[in-house]
Nanobody
Framework: QVQLHESGGGLVEAGGSLRLSCEASGLPFRSLSLAWFRQAPGREREFVAAATWNIYYADSVNGRFTISRDNAKNTVYLQMNSLKPDDTAVYYC???????????????????WGHGTQVTVST
């Protein structure tokens, strides 16, 4: 079992920055593929970024968000810059004990989820 705990959400003005953190425990961190998803009210959960064998992003955040992982701290980060009101959502960390070269952008591809952290971007 993997436990995921997100932190770092909050309220920020448009154009501002936030850094989300997700600490994992329970399984060897290096064996995990990790991703960030988000869900806005009334919308389906959508892919944001992933760090597997490769790093890749949703088109909507590419160039503004950066995913990184610190294997020594068992933590994955999401640095979010140039935030927009459309980025407002609950952000979830996801993991699976699988390192794949395939693109993993669907929620069903991940076995473990955090409880989420709210990000609100004001105009």
């Amino acid at each position: 079992q993997v436990q995921l705990h997100e932190s770092g959400g909050g309220l920020v003005e448009a154009g501002g920055s936030l850094r989300l953190s997700c600490e994992a425990s329970g399984l060897p961190f290096r064996s995990l593929s990790l991703a960030w998803f988000r869900q806005a009210p009334g919308r389906e959960r959508e892919f944001v970024a992933a760090a597997t064998w490769n790093i890749y992003y949703a088109d909507s955040v590419n160039g503004r968000f950066t995913i990184s992982r610190d294997n020594a701290k068992n933590t994955v980060y999401l640095q979010m810059n140039s935030l927009k009101p459309d980025d407002t959502a609950v952000y979830y960390c996801a993991a699976i004990q699988l390192m794949s070269a395939a693109r993993m952008t669907e929620p069903y591809q991940y076995d473990y989820w955090g409880h989420g952290t709210q990000v609100t971007v004001s105009t």
